[in-house]
């Protein structure tokens, strides 16, 4: 069965340090890899996506995919109280179709 | 633009009822999909579908089926509900025809939430 795996958590860091988040996946025929934040009570909202090995900026956020050790992993610099939630690590099935979640990292920022 | 919208936003059941809850995509996108999130679990993958038919389906009985409309909106129906179907349904859309740039991103609704009594 393929999986999505994640450390459910909870990470705690102070405010303004960097909260970094890890998923492994199963498929190695995934192409596409998504970060989904998730507020208690709420549905989840895409935060970015990647394809390519390396790193991706989005503001505060670094996504960093490594294929051929099938990691993904988020960054989250100068951590806000606001940026406490579960975040989603997504992986689109090798033929594109479905996308799998992990079970989520449960993320606290102390102020 | 609006984005995915499901309704109804509650809905109590009694055990052994049938519900029914309804999805409209985002405009353009052709492909529904729907999850169920019980409470404090992860994302479980219910059914995809795609220009009105059904593409693929999770691990779920088969008391669990829904399907598209030409308009692109979708419906999901449990039978015979049970307990522990008691969760957030969330429904997804996505725009196929664009897999190749967007990867297949999927975007949320707020979610249905079902209890069952």
């Known amino acids: 069965q393929k999986e999505v795996e994640q450390n459910s958590g909870p990470l705690s860091v102070p405010e303004g340090a960097i909260a970094s988040l890890n998923c492994t996946y199963s498929?190695?025929?995934?192409?596409?890899f998504f970060w989904y934040r998730q507020y208690s009570g709420k549905s989840p909202e895409l935060i970015m996506f990647?394809?390519?090995?390396g790193d991706k900026e989005d503001g505060r956020f670094t996504a960093q995919l490594n294929k051929a050790s099938q990691y993904v992993s988020l960054l989250i610099r100068d951590s806000q109280p606001s940026d406490s939630a579960t975040y989603l690590c997504?992986?689109?099935?090798?033929?594109?179709?479905?996308?799998?979640f992990g079970a989520g990292t449960r993320l606290f920022v102390k102020a | 633009e609006a984005g995915v919208t499901q309704s109804p936003t509650h809905l109590i059941k009694t055990r052994g009822q049938q519900a029914t809850l309804r999805c409209s995509p985002i405009?353009?996108?052709?492909?529904v999909y729907w999850y169920q999130q019980a409470l404090g679990l992860g994302l479980q993958f219910l059914l995809w579908?795609?220009?009105?038919?059904?593409?693929n389906r999770g691990n779920f009985p088969p008391r669990f089926s829904g399907r598209q409309f030409p308009n692109y909106s979708s419906e999901l129906n449990v039978n015979a509900l049970e307990l522990e179907d008691s969760a957030l349904y969330l429904c997804?859309?996505?725009?196929?025809?664009?897999?190749?740039?967007?990867?297949?991103?999927?975007?949320f609704g707020e979610g249905s939430w079902l209890t069952v009594v």
């Open positions: 990647i394809y390519s090995n």
């Open positions: 997504a992986v689109n099935e090798g033929g594109g179709f479905k996308t799998i």
């Open positions: 405009s353009g996108h052709t492909s």
């Open positions: 997804a859309s996505s725009l196929t025809r664009d897999r190749a740039n967007s990867g297949n991103t999927i975007y």
């Open positions: 498929d190695r025929g995934s192409q596409s």
């Open positions: 579908y795609d220009e009105g038919e059904e593409r």
